[in-house]
């Protein structure tokens, strides 16, 4: 099987010759791996089965000042801490300007530029087109997240209009998107924190849950699948999550979740992306807890399918090299 059959039959939850992965790094760990390897190039040839595709224009964060940039809705972050992604500095929606502020154009070119291109060339990969930020982190992005939450209990016909603003925009992406020829939409939403969902399950199902799905429904609708990724202790919201038409869940976190019972429980109606801690082994572990933890992943989570083996989270700069390098090993000696 090649890489792309492999994703396929994965999630069509048949078992493949060899269980999927894919890896990310953020900007840190990825120097170090080059480091560790000596090669500036080393990602050419990890054997990642994805194709990631973003569906923001290449130039859309311009740098304000020091370490704070602009991204494509004017809300600026500092990078001065966390340079992958940084903080929230401001507030950029409130209510009195919800209704005139200007949202990106969702039909701009730029967004898709050079797909027609890497899609002609992915070879043997499945491809994948990430929209981030897909709605409750969106909002809370642009208005403050404690002016959501607080939002969401007392002044909800303003969070409504500001997802339904969101909801327009994602669905005038995702239409233009899925007119590319690829596999599937992957959806960054984080809900969760180590211990449950950040807004409860009652007000997910009333003003989160029925918007995502829409953003699903549409996407399946177009013959593509539908990943999502979620941080945190989300499990409440799998059945949810499987009527509402998702394909794969990620990341999979093993600090928050118990992986291997996830599995049992919703494996054959749900496929699963992530996994290997990013919190505990590949930081804090050996090289031995790395192999142990990636092997009986692959075979107990990858048996039957379901399974896109992969850290967590884009891999930290805090793992060690050499725990990288061993589950770089396994996964690529399957």
């Known amino acids: ?32 791996m080059a480091s560790w390897y000596g090669d500036d190039h080393f990602e050419e040839s990890l054997g990642n089965c994805l194709l990631m595709l973003e ?10 000042a020091g370490e704070v940039w602009r991204d494509q809705f004017g809300v600026q972050w500092d990078r001065s801490i966390d340079s992958d992604i940084g903080n ?7 209510r009195e300007n919800l209704m005139t502020y200007e949202f990106p154009d969702p039909a701009d070119p730029a967004r898709f530029a050079g797909w027609e291109e890497k899609i002609a060339h992915r070879g043997d990969l499945f491809v994948v087109a990430n929209l981030g930020f897909s709605l409750f982190e969106r909002a809370w992005t642009l208005a403050g997240m404690e002016n959501i939450l607080m939002a969401m209990v007392d002044e909800k016909s303003f969070v409504n209009e500001l997802l339904d603003r969101i909801l327009d925009f994602n669905l005038k992406v995702i239409e233009k998107a899925c007119a590319f020829p690829i596999d599937a939409m992957r959806f960054g939403d984080d809900w969760g924190q180590q211990s449950g969902l950040i807004t409860g399950r009652a007000l997910w199902k009333e003003l989160i849950g029925p918007r995502v799905e829409k953003m699903y429904r549409l996407t399946r609708a177009r013959g593509k699948r539908v990943f999502i990724h979620s941080c945190g202790k989300v499990e409440e919201l799998f059945p949810d999550l499987i009527e509402s038409g998702v394909d794969v869940f990620n990341p999979f976190q ?48 990858g048996k039957d399918g379901g399974y896109i083996a992969s850290p967590a989270h884009a891999i930290p700069k805090d793992a060690k090299p050499e725990n990288i390098a061993a589950m770089i090993e396994v996964l690529q000696g399957q």
Request: contains cysteine.
């Open 1 to 32: 099987m090649n890489r792309k059959e492999r994703v396929t039959a994965s999630l069509a939850h048949m078992q493949p010759d060899k269980v999927p992965y894919h890896l990310d790094f953020t900007a840190p760990a990825r120097a170090a």
């Open 55 to 64: 569906t923001e224009p290449a130039d859309s964060w311009q740098r304000v």
């Open 88 to 94: 929230v500095c401001g507030v950029a929606i409130t």
């Open 254 to 301: 093993p600090e928050v979740m118990d992986v291997y019972a996830m599995k049992r429980r919703f494996g054959d109606r749900l496929s699963f992306f992530g996994g290997i801690s990013t919190q505990k082994t590949l930081p804090y572990g050996t090289v031995r807890d790395v192999k142990d933890e990636v092997k009986r992943l692959l075979d107990a989570v």
